[in-house]
């Protein structure tokens, strides 16, 4: 495996640990205490806050900040100027470090473009969230959320294909089976 590329434009605080295969491109600043894993990919102008864990394969793209509290699990996609936060209700003049709200996306795990994710949720693994949304809560594995606030609006396959409202247990596309327990849609592989 190659090691990683980080363009000149780009810092690298010490103490950081960015894995093989990776790719940080132009105006990123990644602080000391962040973990980065294999190949993943670092648009423009990404920052990558102290304490914060990337899995592998993570595609983020430009004008992402990664807060302190957000982990994000391998194959995780991040889309442009999405944002993560990590207190709930900040003040600059109130010193909130201590009420940093952990954020955990699943595996698989696609924010759209502009997107908002507040501290303190899980999204679940192959959870999907349209552009431009509001997560406020808890995402279940799979579900497909749009607006503000989100809400599940349907379910979404691990291929990235929208599956039927009507019959969610198999992906046309790429022949995935799934089984419906409740209001949570869990892989048949597993």
Request: proline share 3%; charged share 20%; aromatic share 6%.
């Amino acid at each position: 495996m190659a090691k990683a590329f980080i363009h000149e434009s780009s810092y690298i605080d010490d103490g950081a640990q960015i894995g093989a295969d990776t790719k940080v491109w132009h105006f990123c600043h990644v602080l000391g205490g962040a973990v980065i894993g294999e190949r993943c990919s670092l648009g423009q102008n990404v920052v990558v806050m102290n304490g914060v864990r990337i899995g592998n394969n993570v595609k983020i793209q430009n004008n992402v900040s990664v807060y302190e509290g957000v982990e994000l699990s391998d194959d995780v996609f991040c889309g442009p100027s999405m944002v993560f936060t990590n207190v709930l209700n900040p003040r600059s003049h109130v010193s909130r470090r201590n009420e940093y709200r952990k954020t955990l996306v699943g595996r698989g795990a696609t924010i759209g473009a502009n997107a908002t994710v507040v501290c303190g949720v899980a999204i679940g693994e192959y959870a999907f969230i349209g552009a431009g949304s509001v997560v406020i809560r808890n995402v279940p594995s799979y579900a497909l959320m749009v607006g503000v606030p989100a809400r599940k609006v349907g379910w979404m396959c691990q291929c990235g294909e929208r599956l039927a409202d009507m019959d969610p247990t198999k992906c046309k596309a790429c022949g995935a089976t799934y089984r419906l327990e409740g209001d949570e849609l869990k892989s048949a592989a597993k």
